[in-house]
């Protein structure tokens, strides 16, 4: 089985979804030659061609305005927003548009189709190349939210997102794209959207995360059971719809919880989990739910690893949940 | 005075590519000319600076301004003290002329304690109160429309200011490029649109762009004129840039001006564009080096005697490279920025958040000297 990069994962996924169904389009900026600013679409061009593969103007709500419109006269459109910063000229589009079409036609149109974007901090971009708006979305009903956090996953779940019926958000973790590796299957797989992942198992305290943070906690949960606190690292994957037994049958395992975000904390997805927590699982809990976030302030340059949640403050947050 | 008299006289050319003249020159003073040259080459040599110490790894990003030093040059030099730049990527360069100090220049490029952003934004992204050089994000198109309403602000308080708003060929697909025209051409606000066409946005060449690639024609459905000048010749972007101006000072409305230039680099220092564009095409336009052709000029002109761009240079160098050195060695950043300007006061739960940041720094060691913790 070969090794990939989770960046060579979601080209391979493009490229299979291309092979298999002559109705996948792959478009937005700098994608078509240049194969994408970070490579996710490279040789699509040159292996399907400039018809299925291919550039669009500068204007990312004319890139999701026309994907809609194609999604809804049967091409199965795979739409990239160069980075998850520059997504909210498209923001009426996705909001207004391709997440209430179903709805507001009573099922009778529909826009199954893919925005493909990276997302998060790591990369000393500043504010306008480092954001994590998953909870904006995360907001909108009738969209689907997906963010992988392995090679495995991200080819995988990208299959998935592009058969499915609606309209799907898929944040890549640009921290990850060149810094995890992981076995891929040749050909065609899917990895079911609304599915958490075990990282890895313990019955002391549980710990959510997603993206970037995955490998994070990962490091956090190795360091607190050196200390002899053993967690559960839960990836959760597709945001929306979530997979809420699994989370609820975590926090029951150990009534300890950690989440963790890149994200700004207030509204964020954390605070989503902390309320699934009250109201149906408050009896289980032995310690007050901990976030562990990025601050409630733009994203920064210089200082962006103290903004972005280290291992040491998941560790501090992990042995206080314990220690509680 | 009617639309299409007052932009009848707007030359596309004073000089050709060889620096010979080609259009009957206005009159100019000879010590001007000369600054002219100087500004064209400090953008040059801060370009070839930055982009060292990017490969390097001592800075993370470079716009390159390199091809399009006349286009920003020329353009700017029209604009008057009291008037704004508004820019995208490539107009530090201009900024310096303008005033933005060579040492911000340097702190916003290393992001440092003394970048007057305080290390908020990525490199490359500048700013200058003082010069009215308002900050800009890195979102293509956004800035056209904050020109224009800047425009309107200084015609309803009757102030004489000009906007001149920079944005690349790539923005004119954008929606705030057809509104901001639009609103400017309504209000008849006072605003030069300059759209530097540099041929490409980043991979995205005109072709794949627009089905209209001669840009100055758009502003004819904004009721504006709209006029095209040779980018690389820098007194053709000044004489353009100024007719514009003075227009729109003596309130006949905005204009669109678009000045053919040349990316000789890629978009940035993080991009390939061999692999999307041919060598043959980039050789062409280093023919018609903006630089080249204005020394050819001054030289003809008996401005600038043998040798004497290279004492230029050498000296614009030597500033350039001792203000780097001061700011490599920059205090580092105080952690308090992390929540600071969020708001005009920070709010008790940023506080809250930075002392629990804090106590977990000082923990784990990582907090400095005069880290300490607000009150709550």
């Known amino acids: 089985m070969p090794t990939l990069t989770l960046i060579q994962a979601v080209n391979d996924g493009l490229h299979t979804s291309m092979k298999e169904d002559p109705s996948v389009h792959v478009f937005g900026e700098d994608v078509a030659k240049k194969g994408g600013v970070f490579l996710a679409t490279e040789n699509l061009e040159t292996e399907f061609g400039t018809e299925r593969c291919f550039n669009t103007p500068l204007s990312e709500d004319g890139i999701i305005g026309t994907a809609i419109g194609m999604a809804m006269n049967g091409l199965r459109p795979v739409a990239e927003i160069q980075f998850q910063d520059f997504i909210f000229p498209a923001f009426d589009q996705i909001v207004s548009e391709a997440a209430k079409l179903r709805y507001r036609s009573g099922g009778q149109y529909t826009a199954p189709m893919v925005i493909r974007t990276p997302y998060g901090g790591g990369i000393r971009g500043g504010l306008y190349h480092s954001q994590s708006g998953e909870a904006y979305f995360c907001h909108t009903p009738g969209l689907k939210v997906v963010i992988p956090s392995t090679p495995y996953d991200a080819k995988g779940l990208l299959i998935a997102s592009i058969a499915d019926p609606d309209p799907v958000l898929f944040l890549e973790p640009k921290a990850l794209y060149r810094s995890v590796k992981g076995e891929v299957p040749e050909g065609h797989y899917t990895v079911d959207l609304s599915t958490t992942r075990d990282v890895r198992e313990g019955g002391d305290v549980t710990v959510f995360c997603y993206g970037a943070m995955v490998p994070v906690c990962t490091k956090a949960a190795e360091s607190a059971a050196e200390g002899g606190i053993e967690t559960h690292v839960v990836d959760l994957r597709t945001l929306l719809p979530l997979d809420e037994e699994a989370v609820l049958d975590a926090v029951k395992r150990t009534g300890r919880v950690v989440v963790v975000h890149e994200a700004p904390r207030f509204c964020g997805f954390g605070a989503e989990i902390s309320a699934m927590i009250a109201e149906h699982a408050i009896e289980y809990m032995e310690a007050p739910v901990i976030r562990v976030t990025g601050f409630d302030t733009p994203f920064p340059n210089t200082l962006e690893h103290h903004y972005m949640p280290d291992h040491r403050r998941v560790l501090d947050a992990i042995e206080h949940v314990y220690n509680f | 005075m009617t639309i299409v008299d007052s932009t009848s006289e707007i030359r596309e050319q004073y000089l050709g590519a060889d620096g010979a003249v080609t259009s009957e020159l206005p009159d100019y003073d000879d010590a001007w000319l000369r600054d002219i040259f100087v500004h064209l080459l400090r953008v040059r040599c801060v370009d070839q600076r930055m982009l060292k110490l990017q490969r390097s790894g001592r800075i993370g990003f470079v716009g390159s301004m390199l091809g399009q030093e006349a286009a920003m040059i020329g353009t700017a030099a029209a604009l008057r003290r009291q008037d704004w730049m508004w820019s995208g990527l490539r107009e530090g360069g201009a900024a310096l002329m303008r005033g933005l100090p060579l040492s911000e220049y340097v702190a916003q490029m290393y992001c440092n304690s003394n970048d007057t952003a305080k290390g908020r934004q990525m490199c490359n992204h500048f700013q200058h109160k003082d010069s009215n050089y308002p900050s800009w994000s890195s979102v293509i198109g956004t800035q056209i429309a904050h020109g224009v309403g800047a425009a ?150 008996g401005l600038l005697a043998e040798g004497e761009a290279d004492t230029i240079e050498a000296s614009l160098l030597a500033e350039i490279d001792s203000t780097v050195h001061a700011e490599e060695a920059a205090q580092p950043m105080p952690l308090k920025s992390l929540v600071e300007d969020v708001y005009a006061d920070v709010p008790r739960h940023l506080r809250a958040q930075y002392n629990e940041f804090l106590r977990v720094a000082e923990r784990f060691g990582d907090a400095q000297r005069g880290d300490g913790a607000f009150p709550l």
Request: charged share 25%.
């Open chain 2, 152 to 301: 309107f602000a200084a015609k309803r308080k009757g102030v004489d200011e000009v906007h001149a708003v920079y944005f690349g060929d790539g923005a004119t697909s954008s929606n705030p490029f057809h509104s901001a025209m639009n609103f400017a051409g309504v209000w008849k606000a006072p605003v030069v649109f300059v759209c530097v066409n540099n041929g490409w946005a980043i991979s995205v060449p005109a072709s794949q762009q627009t089905a209209q690639p001669d840009y100055a024609r758009k502003a004819a459905a904004y009721g504006m004129p709209g006029v095209t000048v040779d980018g690389n010749d820098v007194l053709a972007c000044c004489e353009a840039s100024k007719a514009l101006v003075e227009r729109a000072s003596a309130g006949h409305g905005p204009a669109l001006l678009v000045v053919n230039t040349y990316r000789l680099m890629g978009h940035s220092s993080s991009d390939d564009p061999t692999k999307y564009r041919d060598a043959d095409e980039v050789d062409s336009w280093e023919k018609r080096d903006p630089i080249a052709r204005y020394k050819k000029f001054l030289e003809t002109r």
